[in-house]
């Protein structure tokens, strides 16, 4: 079965630092990669999709996809406590609709 | 805009009993799902549908019932619950079968087994 992993599992960054998440699958059909971020009590809501190898960049946040390693990387600059909440990576295949989630990562900003 | 809705907000079952959670959306979504959260993890798939009365089994099926009854709503079926069982359980939609869709998820089901 498709696996998604991510790390580091949790991550302690300054304000005004940067956050640098990671994520993996281990599918080789897998074409679209999501971050999402999960405030604590909240749902899940999409901060960014990326599909192209390259960089994407909007406002503080930049993500990364490597498709040949099937890696994406998540940077968060000049990093706010508002920025804490789990951050979760999804992957999905080109000839599914399966959608899978990795852990997270938790990160927490600190004043 | 839309929004997703699941009932109940809370349940509390008993070991072995059978529970149902269900989901409903106005988003007009082709696609719906069914994920489990323990205690602020990651998300695990039980399942999805792509469309009224599709049913496709997720990593985490084993244990769980889904019925797609129409294309707005989505149930979940516990159909034994396990003691000291606490878990969210997450609906979430998207628009269409292809590309990087957005997905959209419901205020989740806190499960309680005792």
């Known amino acids: 079965q498709q696996k998604v992993q991510q790390s580091p599992e949790s991550l302690i960054v300054p304000e005004g630092g940067m956050a640098s998440l990671n994520c993996t699958s281990s599918?080789?059909?897998?074409?679209y990669f999501w971050w999402y971020r999960q405030h604590s009590g909240k749902s899940p809501k999409m901060l960014m999709?990326?599909?192209?190898?390259g960089e994407k960049e909007e406002g503080r946040f930049t993500v990364h996809l490597n498709k040949a390693s099937l890696h994406t990387s998540l940077h968060i600059r000049d990093s706010q406590p508002s920025d804490s909440a789990l951050y979760l990576c999804a992957a999905r295949p080109s000839n599914t609709n399966k959608v899978v989630f990795g852990t997270g990562t938790r990160l927490q900003v600190l004043p | 805009g839309g929004i997703i809705t699941q009932t109940p907000k809370f349940l509390i079952g008993q070991e072995g009993q059978k529970l149902t959670l269900k989901c409903q959306q106005n988003f007009n979504h082709d696609t719906m799902y069914w994920y489990r959260q323990d205690s602020g993890k990651g998300l695990r798939l039980i399942y999805y549908?792509?469309?009224?009365?599709?049913?496709q089994k997720g990593d985490l099926s084993e244990g769980y019932d889904a019925s797609r009854e129409k294309k707005s709503s989505f149930s979940l079926t516990v159909t034994s619950a396990q003691k000291n069982e606490m878990a969210v359980f997450l609906c979430a939609s998207s628009m269409g079968t292809g590309g990087a869709l957005e997905q959209y998820f419901g205020p989740g089901t806190r499960l309680t087994v005792l």
């Open positions: 999709s990326i599909f192209s190898n």
């Open positions: 599918d080789r059909n897998v074409d």
């Open positions: 549908s792509i469309t009224e009365n599709d049913l």
